[in-house]
């Protein structure tokens, strides 16, 4: 019986109940004094593979901690549901689907079979069928309905339709090639799709329709809005072919908004949303940094994945950084994760992984429906540094809640301007030393005393002075962003998700919250338009419907 059929409740697992243990002995327990004591302690607790380092030293472990993590993670059985997520396993029980985002950036020799079928072939077909469109849109073949060369691509997408691809592609702007401007357009809000256009010449610009399902309301109605634009400015029905293409599963649906069946790339039913910026889903990307960099974010996520699947646990980065999320969010209490690139191409990354934990592992039951008995995936949140310290790290810092932290730091930069790399390098590493360290009463004292106050002033002043510190982070330090190490990257996190549901038994891979507001969106839609529609089932949403009723009355 595969294991995700019958999760096991991880609470009653002897690990748990040692690590339950352990949590105690660790009351007292302070990094600093753990650092002062082990003059191994950087070496002990970090990590380097594909072309990623690991820094794990600032955090509420001791070698037992991870000994008894890795223990949970063997016991939950982690080895097992590695091997069924690369074999294809149905590990989203509730929609009957494997979970397959590893097939795309496998090689073609590899057989993964779906169904029985190998769906390597397929996934190298649809590669050699975006190599073709992108070398076309590069070499000026592809022309808008004037003749002109294609300037601007607009992908028409949203949830993981937008958030990998838009991290991607503006992550990896210095490998830009052939100046294809991408930008996207996500939500239904006019405003967005006003402020875009204007920027826009309808005979140089390309939309890709973007969705799995092509059923999103959002993707369809900015489709439709977008398809209304062109034809406003000049475009005609007959050359609609050269300025529309679609990556669906859905092809009839795409087929029925009026696009070509040649320009139409195909997704599937084995590719989750949030994971699906290998496929063609990623066209956008390779559209800007052209296929061969495409393909080095493939190997990149590739060599992540055979990392992942042959690396000892206690030498596996996403298996570690899952487990001290395990570790933080049930034994002391966190129910945030912060990510903070030091990067600004690495800006839209804390909205994608936002996406891919929250949408993964958001669930209250396991795979086999009974109620989870521990808490499960955090709110994650952040932002780019060293925005960040000027907001929300006084939080992090002084605030009542635990809340770990990845930092994300590149150690070159692609656009040196003075010693301004030096800085946010250093900001970024004393930030997460400000977090271990704080400032002891003794040390705020003495800090006042030296600033000449007088004794009832440092009284005062010492509480709001002390800063608890022993608050744990990770930083992750890489070279420069490139689009190899960006795929290892996504990956780790991808994979860090997955070793988390796995522990608290739960299906990673669907989404059934976000389906109900879609459904009542459409009963509230109904109501704001027709007039004869009955009220609403409860007063609150009636009395909103009536306040815009009232606004746009005759
Ligand atoms: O809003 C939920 C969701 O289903 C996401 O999981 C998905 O990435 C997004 O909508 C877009 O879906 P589609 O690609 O089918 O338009």
């Known amino acids: 019986m ?156 949203i949830g993981g339709s937008f958030l990998g691809p838009q991290l991607v592609s503006e992550a990896l702007l210095p490998f830009t090639q052939h100046g294809v401007r991408c930008h996207y357009l996500a939500n239904i809000d006019g405003s967005e799709f006003h402020e875009l256009t204007a920027k826009l010449n309808a005979e140089t610009t390309l939309f890709i329709v973007s969705s799995k399902s092509f059923s999103t309301l959002e993707t369809l109605k900015n489709a439709q809005a977008a398809r209304t634009w062109y034809l406003a400015r000049g475009g005609t029905e007959e050359k609609l072919y050269r300025h529309f293409i679609a990556v669906t599963s859905n092809k009839e649906a795409a087929i029925a908004f009026g696009i070509r069946e040649k320009n139409i790339f195909p997704m599937w039913d084995w ?18 940094i052209g296929m061969s960099n495409f393909k080095e974010l493939l190997s990149g996520a590739h060599s992540m994945d055979t990392h992942f699947r042959t690396t000892s646990f ?134 006042l005393r030296a600033n000449g106050l007088s004794e009832d002033e440092v009284q005062r002043l010492a509480p709001h002075k002390v800063i608890p510190g022993n608050r744990p982070s990770n930083t992750l330090v890489l070279e420069r962003i490139s689009p190899r190490r960006l795929g290892a990257l996504v990956a780790m996190y991808e994979h860090k998700v997955f070793v988390q549901s796995v522990i608290w038994g739960i299906n990673a891979f669907d989404q059934w919250g976000v389906e109900l507001g879609k459904d009542l969106g459409k009963g509230v839609y109904q109501r704001l338009t027709a007039w004869d529609a009955a009220p609403a089932d409860d007063a609150s949403t009636q009395g909103l419907i009536e306040f815009f009723r009232g606004r746009h009355r005759g």
């Open 2 to 157: 595969a294991y995700h059929q019958h999760p096991l409740d991880v609470t009653t697992l002897p690990a748990w109940q040692a690590l339950r243990q352990h949590r105690e002995d660790m009351q007292q327990f302070s990094m600093r004094d753990a650092f002062a004591g082990d003059a191994k302690r950087f070496e002990r607790f970090s990590m380097s593979t594909c072309g990623l380092f690991l820094d794990y030293s600032k955090n509420l472990i001791s070698p037992q901690t991870r000994d008894l993590l890795v223990n949970l993670a063997r016991e939950a059985g982690l080895e097992q549901a590695i091997e069924g997520l690369f074999n294809g396993e149905q590990l989203n029980a509730s929609e009957g689907r494997p979970a397959l985002h590893t097939a795309l950036r496998r090689p073609i020799g590899d057989c993964v079979k779906v169904d029985g079928v190998n769906v390597m072939p397929d996934v190298h077909r649809v590669l050699h069928q975006m190599t073709d469109i992108v070398g076309r849109i590069h070499s000026n073949m592809w022309r808008g309905y004037s003749d002109k060369s294609i300037t601007d691509v607009v992908n028409i997408g």
């Open 271 to 288: 590719v989750g949303g949030r994971y699906s910026l290998w496929s063609a889903i990623g066209l956008p990307i390779a559209l800007a």
């Open 314 to 447: 206690d030498k596996n980065m996403p298996v570690l950084l899952a487990l001290l999320g395990v570790w933080y969010g049930n034994f002391w209490g966190a129910q945030s994760h912060a990510i903070l690139p030091y990067d600004h191409y690495l800006r839209n990354i804390t909205k994608h992984l936002q996406q891919l934990d929250m949408e993964s592992n958001g669930k209250r039951v396991r795979q086999d429906g009974s109620p989870v008995s521990t808490d499960t995936g955090p709110v994650i949140w952040g932002g780019v540094g060293c925005n960040g310290q000027h907001a929300y790290h006084q939080l992090l810092h002084q605030g009542t809640q635990l809340i770990p932290a990845d930092f994300i730091v590149p150690v070159v930069s692609y656009n040196p301007v003075a010693d301004h790399h030096q800085w946010l390098y250093a900001n970024c590493l004393s930030q997460s030393q400000a977090l271990m360290l704080g400032k002891c009463r003794n040390e705020a004292e003495a800090e």
